[in-house]
C-alpha cells in the first residue's frame, strides 16, 4: 500500500482515523462517461462517506467553452468551495465510486487553483464499502467558508502549446487512454472525433498505474510503468486522454514519483481529435 500522503495519496486507514477532525472535507468527485450507465449524484445521494459533498465535475466547469469540463474560471471555483463550506485550512480528500478513476481530476483542479492540502482516496469509495467501513445517505450540513486561490498557469496547457510541444520535441506528452484508442483502431465514444494520438506522444494507459482494487501502485511500479511506455521524464511532461480526466491520474502518479514540472492538457483529444488542420499519428 502506498505510503499516506495527505498532498497526493491517503488510504481508507488514514480516513477513518481523520473523518471527525473539524478541518477534513471529503468530496464526493464520481463521475462516469455516458456509456457506463451510471448516474453518479444519484450514487451519491443512495450512500457516501460520512460528511461528504458531491462535486460535480461537470458543472464546476467553464461552460462557456464548446469542450467538456474544461476547468472552470477561479472566481467560479471559489463560488462554489464557499458554497459547499470548503476553503482556506480544510485538508480535502476527494474519492470516486470507481476505485481510482475521476478523482484525481479534481485533486488537479485544487493544485490548479493553488491549493495543495488534497489528496485522492487509495481505492476509493469501493474499497471503503468492501471493508465494512460508515457510509451515510444524509446530506452534510453547510456552511459558506471562505477560500483564496491563485491559479497555477503552468499545471494546464492548452492547444497551441501542446501544438508546440509536440513539434519541438521538448516535452515528453502521455495519453493516458487505451492502446487500441491511442492507435486509433477503436472509434471514439465522443461522436465527430477523428482518431489516433498526438504525434510524438506516448501511450501509458492509466489502468497501468492501478491494482486490481483500484487503488494506485507503489513507486516503483509507477517508475516501471512510465518507463516501458518510453516516456523520457527527464524533459518536462504533459498528460492527456479524452476529455482532461484520466489524464490527472497521470499527473498523480507523477507527483508520486516527486516529478514536479508536470502540466494537463485540458482540452485534451476532445479538441486535438475535433480539429482537421492538427495532425494525427496512428499505429
Known sequence: MPEDDPTTLVSTDWLEAHLKDPDIRILDASWYLPDAGRDAKAEYDDAHIPGARFFDIDEISDQRSPL???APPPEKFISRMRAMGVGDGHQVVVYDGAGLFSAARVWWLFRLMGKTDVAVLDGGFPKWRAEGRPVEDMPPV?????ITVQRQAHLVKDV???AAAAKLGNHVIIDARSPTRFKGDEEEPREGLRSGHIPGSVSLHYRNL????GTMKSVD???SAFGAA???LSRPAITTCGSGVTAAILNLALERLGKRDHALYDGSWSEWGMYGDLKIATG
Open 210 to 213: 492501478l491494482n486490481a482494487d
Open 142 to 146: 453547510l456552511r459558506d467558508r471562505h
Open 160 to 162: 497551441t502549446q501542446v
Open 68 to 70: 467538456p469540463h474544461m
Open 230 to 232: 518510453g516516456a523520457d
Open 221 to 223: 511500479e509507477i517508475r
